[in-house]
């Protein structure tokens, strides 16, 4: 007991420093003994990654990328540019088509797609009502160039064509002289 009030003297006198330990040895304290180890042991546990599905982009998000592409597409297709099935050329409205499906950098399995927008008037009525039996931008083509510049255009225009007489001219065209509508 001596010791340790000697030593809380001397603590009391000293400027506040922090304490150095004393090993319990020197203070004839008795030591304890470092516990023991322990097993412990974990209960085992099933660790496993979720499975993770890789698949392919879905065509519906291609879709949507296309469904941009196209409206851009359309924003600068111009009526003139669409092709109408009556005095138009489709084989030169099909050369614009393909060149501004180009600057659009649309891929070419979108191309079916975008083929309504060069159209116009009866060549898009057409194209609706047999939609159905499209399944490539070839057989499109084909189609619309047949049945606007086939044979059966060709009779179409012949029979409207040998439909014409003078009479019907006079008519349409009341006030002009027979010279005027000749």
Do not use: H
Request: with cysteine; aromatic share 10%; charged share 20%.
């Amino acid at each position: 007991m001596y010791i340790i009030n000697r030593r809380l003297k001397s603590r009391l006198l000293t400027p506040l420093t922090a304490p150095t330990p004393t090993p319990a040895v020197l203070n004839n304290l008795p030591t304890a003994k470092p516990p023991s180890p322990t097993n412990v042991t974990a209960p085992p546990t099933d660790v496993t990654a979720p499975s993770t599905n890789v698949t392919a982009p879905s065509t519906e998000a291609k879709a949507t990328t296309y469904g941009r592409d196209l409206a851009t597409l359309a924003k600068i297709y111009t009526e003139e540019s669409k092709y109408s099935g009556e005095d138009n050329n489709f084989n030169r409205k099909l050369t614009i088509f393909n060149d501004l499906y180009n600057r659009v950098n649309i891929p070419q399995e979108a191309k079916i797609k975008g083929f309504p927008i060069m159209l116009r008037g009866i060549t898009l009525n057409f194209y609706y009502k047999n939609k159905v039996t499209y399944t490539t931008f070839n057989s499109i083509c084909n189609a619309i160039r047949n049945y606007f510049k086939g044979p059966e255009y060709k009779r179409g225009i012949l029979a409207k064509w040998n439909a014409i007489t003078l009479k019907t001219v006079i008519m349409k065209n009341e006030g002009k002289s027979t010279g005027d509508c000749l």
